[in-house]
Structure formats: C-alpha cells, structure tokens
C-alpha cells in the first residue's frame, strides 16, 4: 500500500504542468528514483517504482513511450544503487545531482535521433544541451524538495511501522 502510494504520488508530480502551471520537469519521479535505487535491495522494485510512476503517467498525460526518457530514470536508479550500502546526506545529494544530470545528457542527446527540432551535427547537440538547462534546472529543484521528503518521510514511517522495513 505505501509503495503504491509513493508511486502515485510520483505520478501526478509529473502530470501536473496538465492540470494546473508550474515548472516543467518539477516532479518526484527523479527522487524515486533514487529512493528506489537506495531503498530496495529487490532491484526488480527499485526499477519497476519510478518506471511504474513514468507509465501511470505517461497514460494520463499522453506522452506514450520515449525510450531514452525511461533509459534516463533506469540511469536515475543506477545511482541510487551505487549509495545503496551508505545512504547518508552527501552520498544521497551526490546521486541525486547525479542521476538527475545523467537524465539530461541522455535525454538531450537522444532527442536529437530522429527528431529534427536540432540540426544532427555538433551545434545541434549543443543546441539541444542549452535548450534544456531550464528543465534540469526545475529538476535539480525538484530534487531539493522531494529528495528529502522520500527518504526522510520513509525513515519516520519505518520508525513508526517497522514493518515498512520488508524489503530491505
């Protein structure tokens, strides 16, 4: 039932620029991301909660399936694998700036193919780079925000219902 609920909630963080303004690319799938990685010894669940969160909506918003977005958020739950045995404040901060700049040379880079809003050259790709420093800007924000709700949110619950715990 939480993990459920964290991925609904995932969900409609990213679904949210359709149904009232904020920020583009202001939403806690990057957090789960890391979360999941950090969290689940199951790797199984670590990809399949983010993902989850991206095709719930995806659904809603339309979007369907871009390979190197969800390619982006797997890289995401790569890094929070990487801290899984040393989860503290600077190992969490580091994975998260990092999966979150991971999700943004990939994603920039793969927007390129076949997409033909940038020139398939050396000034396209930096084009398709400086165009989307405002999206990771709004996602390294989000990250400040959600990062913190998820793991610290989750170790209060752990803390008042040990059975939380389950997977780890």
């Known amino acids: 039932m939480a993990l459920s609920l964290i991925v609904i909630f995932a969900a ?4 949210l620029p359709y ?9 806690a799938v990057y957090a789960l991301g890391i979360f999941a990685g950090a969290q689940f010894k199951d790797k199984r669940l670590a990809f399949a909660m983010p993902l989850a969160a991206m095709a719930l909506s995806d659904l809603f918003i339309g979007n369907g399936f871009i390979l190197s977005v969800y390619a982006g958020f797997a890289a995401i739950v790569l890094c929070g694998m990487a801290i899984r045995n040393r989860v503290n404040t600077t190992s969490v901060a580091l994975a998260s700036i990092g999966g979150t700049l991971l999700f943004f040379l990939i ?3 793969a927007f390129l193919f076949p997409a033909t809003l940038y020139p398939h050259n050396l000034q396209g790709i930096a084009a398709s780079y400086i165009m989307g420093i405002p999206f990771l800007r709004n996602a390294l924000i989000s990250d400040l925000i959600f990062v913190p709700v998820l793991f610290y949110g989750f170790h209060l619950l752990e803390k008042r219902y040990p059975a939380l715990a389950w997977n780890k």
């Open 12 to 15: 409609a963080t990213r679904a």
């Open 19 to 27: 149904l009232i303004p904020h920020m583009w690319n202001f939403s």
């Open 107 to 109: 994603t920039n880079f």
